[in-house]
């Protein structure tokens, strides 16, 4: 499911992009959101290296509760290319989810869906992979375009790729840039909305995904103290 070659994974994209698995229905009952979140060395620049540490990170939560997180540590599998990140990242993000013992209803990621050269980014791709709910939330469009909604919190407006909606902006703060969000597989525009909707409180970001960003930060982190130790 991780082609280490990029024209195996261009071909994959095509395929998940025509895959059509059936929508997922959220159960009468506070769900169990889960999220991932990837970083790099600090210093790196440009599209980076296949080699390059990474450090991934997966946190799941249910009502406004941390109930387990993961950390795991692997090397990138190529430069970042746009479109083809999961070259990069996907496995290690893979690895990350699993280590989650508890069965999750969902998962966020700071990735793209349908709006994609070949309509499968690596949030459509990683819920794939393992057969879970997705949806992507990033700060901004990777190919799609359309204009910010109003200035309140909860509105949205499309996001647009050859005449089609492939996510939508979402207004999570008043005064703040919205965020897009995709909606990945076996997810749909109203519930990605939901799902966005509940998990963001006082912050502009899912809270989820704040978790997993901040866990893994913190391990890349603590790694560089002690490498400048042992020198």
């Not at 746009?82 to 070259?87: I, K, Q, R, V, Y």
Request: net charge neutral; with cysteine; charged share 25%.
């Amino acid at each position: 499911m991780w082609p280490s070659e990029a024209q195996a994974l261009i071909s994959l994209q095509r395929e998940l992009a025509q895959a059509s698995p059936a929508l997922w229905q959220p159960p009468d009952r506070s769900i169990e959101v889960a999220a991932c979140w990837v970083c790099f060395p600090k210093g790196v620049t440009g599209p980076g290296a296949a080699g390059d540490p990474v450090w991934a990170a997966a946190v799941l939560m249910r009502d406004g509760r941390t109930l387990q997180d993961a950390v795991v540590t692997g090397q990138a599998g190529a430069p970042y290319v746009p479109g083809l990140f999961a070259l990069r990242a996907g496995a290690v993000m893979d690895r990350a989810v699993q280590r989650l013992a508890e069965e999750q209803d969902v998962l966020l990621l700071d990735a793209t869906a349908r709006d994609h050269p070949r309509g499968a980014g690596l949030a459509l791709h990683l819920g794939a992979a393992l057969d879970l709910p997705t949806v992507g939330v990033t700060h901004r469009p990777l190919v799609a375009d359309g204009d910010w909604p109003e200035d309140r919190r909860g509105a949205t407006s499309p996001l647009v790729l050859d005449g089609h909606a492939v996510g939508f902006w979402m207004r999570t703060r008043v005064h703040t840039r919205p965020l897009a969000v995709h909606p990945g597989w076996r997810i749909d525009r109203s519930t990605a909305e939901r799902v966005v909707e509940a998990t963001t409180r006082r912050h502009r970001t899912p809270e989820p995904l704040r978790r997993a960003r901040h866990a893994a930060r913190l391990a890349r982190n603590a790694r560089a103290e002690l490498h400048d130790h042992e020198l």
